[in-house]
């Protein structure tokens, strides 16, 4: 099983700011990693697609990036709208697909 | 409206069963793989199972790989989860999502998710 690592568990930003968020696969996953947000009763949604890709919809401030083991989402400017949780997510190798732990964006 | 809304979730004792529903809207539900994934109180996600278009075959998590079945069907644009032999550490929201396949790469990604509904299993 892959195990995906994300670093920080919290990070507090203020708006305006920018976030940098990391995800480290125990094995090489190539480039075949997402991002999701998500925020409390609401549905994750899909951000970021093999690596770097945005989703339909997704804004410019979102972006990813990596190959193999590390990887990196980067919000640019944080709107209030942002704050929230993130997880990565790995099918490179499945079952199971897998999941990071999720790093939360939060106020500061 | 393109939606997944999922139901049948509640509060079940160990080692009861509980089975629950997606219902798709607004897409070719036939067309696509599902998925169900949950969430445990202030855990992140987990994937739980896999159905692919046509129902022809089926992936589970190992914890729940023999209590648990997924299933669809199509001509009701609706997506199961049978839950047998249910654990306490069951409890969790439970999301359905549709698969996305990229096809320049043919990776897949969830790409549509319901709102969830709860289970709890507690005596």
């Known amino acids: 099983e892959i195990v995906l690592t994300q670093s920080p568990a919290t990070l507090s930003l203020s708006p305006g700011e920018r976030a940098t968020l990391s995800c480290r696969a125990s094995?090489?996953?190539?480039?075949?990693l997402a991002w999701y947000q998500h925020k409390p009763g609401q549905a994750p949604r899909l951000l970021i697609y093999?690596?770097?890709n945005r989703a339909p919809g997704i804004p410019a401030r979102f972006s990813g990036s990596g190959s193999g083991t590390d990887f990196t989402l980067t919000i640019g400017s944080l709107e209030p709208e942002d704050f929230a949780v993130y997880y990565c997510?790995?099918?490179?190798?499945?079952?199971?697909?897998?999941f990071g732990g999720g790093t939360k964006v939060e106020i500061k | 409206q393109v939606q997944l809304v999922e139901s049948g979730g509640g509060a079940v004792q160990p080692g009861r069963s509980l089975r629950l529903s997606c219902a798709a809207s607004?897409?070719?539900?036939?067309?696509?793989?599902m998925h169900w994934v949950r969430q445990a109180p202030g855990k992140g996600l987990e994937w739980v199972a896999l159905?692919?278009?046509?129902?022809?075959?089926?992936y589970y998590t190992d914890s729940v790989r023999g209590r648990f079945t997924i299933s669809r069907d199509n001509s009701k644009n609706t997506l199961y989860l049978q839950m047998n032999s249910l654990r306490t550490e069951d409890t969790a929201i439970y999301y359905c999502?549709?698969?996305?396949?990229?096809?320049?790469?043919?990776?897949?990604?969830?790409?549509?998710w319901g709102q969830g509904t709860l289970v709890t299993v507690s005596s």
């Open positions: 999502a549709s698969e996305l396949r990229i096809a320049v790469t043919g990776h897949e990604y969830f790409q549509l």
């Open positions: 607004g897409f070719n539900f036939g067309s696509y793989a």
């Open positions: 159905i692919f278009y046509d129902g022809t075959n089926e």
């Open positions: 094995q090489s996953v190539s480039s075949y």
């Open positions: 093999d690596a770097s």
């Open positions: 997510q790995q099918r490179s190798n499945w079952p199971p697909l897998t």
